[in-house]
């Protein structure tokens, strides 16, 4: 098969497990659905809250320089026009005068744009047309251009125009971050892949504030953190490309910015964002604003704009690029099995606990017993339908890295078995080191 083949034939295979195990529905499904819209079901919220409790942990618990914050997701305005957003946050579109659909030029193949063909109904295009990509809304009742308010297409402004109420409140000094997760709204003309573009999504990002003599520096060991954090959701090296963003397609407030790009089924396209937004933002706010938004040197009492370097996540394309990765076949026949190798602090479940048999009681009674113990640190699931091996696939295609069994043995001797999802091997462990072991498993 080619691998083109194989690769859609992946990103099926992954849609579909999604839908049936409860990772990700299609949106409004009982009205027909909604074009691109998806809905993270049971298992789906749990690896999603992963990646995100991942991240913060790592860029905000763990950094003395990094602080959180969480601001309004419809802001004044004002913001959207002191950032550029309602400018230049556009797309180039063209029309089909007959069936009207409409194309984002950039990406017609470039035989039907030398044409003005519409790939659609062979109509003729019209003239590229900037279309912002902010979704409008209106504050109020009334639906009148002074009520008229946007959803926020970045979570990065919350940081900039937060920064003096972070900088009075937390007595950073310089360099130093402001961390956010949250969702983004973008009328995006072509959504698609599954939940790699879509119109609704989320990102972790976060604005590092720098003197503009490092911002080389600091780029550069931004780079490595994406690199290390890249390795953490489990995906190769081979399929992370950078792609050095050229002048002419870099976003308005940017000097420098590479795309950290993943080899997706669909073509290789960007995973996340590394941009140096030199004091573009600090300085338009404090000029539309009147606010001051200098930062005062202690020492030598200089007050200047700091300049800022971003770097960005989508939490959703983080989520489809772990489960690509880890999506694993194993044998043929009778004895296939499909298992997600998830690494552990993004699996779900980190454990199922089983008794055995399911009508021997004394086993069921034991196994309640690991389970609730392991429940109150751990999210553990629980399973007592049909055979072991079933469960264990059942498991296995969730992603859960290890199953517990309760057999007659434990009754003698306090062990339980532990199975392995990747390698399907199982050992003994006594019950009294199970949490031990699932500290070390997911913290070390
Ligand atoms: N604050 C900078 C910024 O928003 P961006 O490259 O436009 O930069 C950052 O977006 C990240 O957000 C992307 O790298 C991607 O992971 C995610 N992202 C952007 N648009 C998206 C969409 N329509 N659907 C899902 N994720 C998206």
């Not at 780079?223 to 090296?237: F, I, N």
């Not at 298992?339 to 479940?349: E, G, M, T, V």
């Amino acid at each position: 098969m080619a691998k083109k083949e194989i690769q859609n034939e992946l990103m099926e295979k992954i849609v579909s497990l999604c839908k049936r195990r409860g990772f990700i529905f299609p949106g409004s499904e009982i009205y027909g659905g909604m074009a691109n819209s998806w809905d993270y079901g049971p298992l789906g919220v749990e690896i999603k809250n992963n990646v995100k409790s991942l991240w913060w942990n790592r860029f905000v618990h763990r950094r003395d320089d990094i602080v959180g914050l969480d601001a309004a997701l419809i802001m004044n305005p004002k913001v959207w026009e002191a950032s550029g957003h309602l400018k230049n946050f556009s797309d180039p579109l063209v029309e089909c005068a007959k069936c009207h659909h409409r194309f984002r030029e950039d990406m017609l193949e470039s035989e039907l744009l030398k044409k003005a063909e519409c790939p659609d109904c062979g109509g003729k295009l019209g003239k590229p047309k900037q279309f912002n990509l902010m979704f409008k809304t209106f504050i109020g009742p009334a639906e009148e251009q002074a009520n008229v308010a946007y959803f926020r297409p970045e979570t990065a402004q919350g940081m900039f125009v937060d920064f003096k109420n972070v900088l009075d409140t937390t007595r950073k000094n310089l360099p130093f971050g402001i961390a956010q997760i949250g969702k983004a709204f973008r009328n995006e003309i072509t959504p698609g892949n599954f939940i790699f573009r879509t119109r609704e999504f989320e990102q972790m990002e976060i604005e590092y504030f720098i003197r503009e003599n490092e911002w080389e520096k600091q780029f550069e060991l931004w780079r490595k953190e994406m690199h290390e954090w890249m390795k953490l959701l489990g995906l190769e090296a081979k399929h992370i490309h950078e792609l050095e963003v050229s002048e002419d397609k870099r976003a308005h407030y940017s000097k420098r910015t590479i795309d950290f790009e993943y080899d997706f089924p669909f073509g290789t396209s960007e995973l996340y964002g590394l941009a140096y937004r030199t004091d573009f933002d600090l300085s338009s706010h404090a000029a539309a604003s009147g606010a001051n938004l200098k930062y005062k040197d202690a020492e030598t009492n200089e007050e200047f704009f700091p300049h800022v370097i971003e770097p960005t996540w989508g939490v959703d394309r983080s989520v489809l690029a772990a489960l690509l990765a880890a999506y694993k076949e194993e044998g043929e026949g009778d004895a296939k099995r499909v298992y997600l190798k998830l690494p552990i602090r993004l699996a779900p479940y980190k454990a199922a606990v089983f008794p055995l048999l399911k009508n021997k009681p004394e086993l069921v009674k034991k196994a309640r017993e690991v389970y609730l113990s392991l429940r109150k640190k751990y999210f553990i699931d629980w399973d007592e339908r049909g055979n072991i091996g079933k469960r264990y696939y059942a498991q296995d295609e969730i992603g859960t890295p290890y199953c517990i069994t309760v057999d007659f043995e434990t009754l003698e001797n306090d062990t339980v078995t532990l199975r392995d999802r990747d390698t399907a091997k199982q050992k003994r462990i006594p019950i009294a080191e199970l949490d031990a072991f699932f500290h070390h498993e997911i913290y070390s």
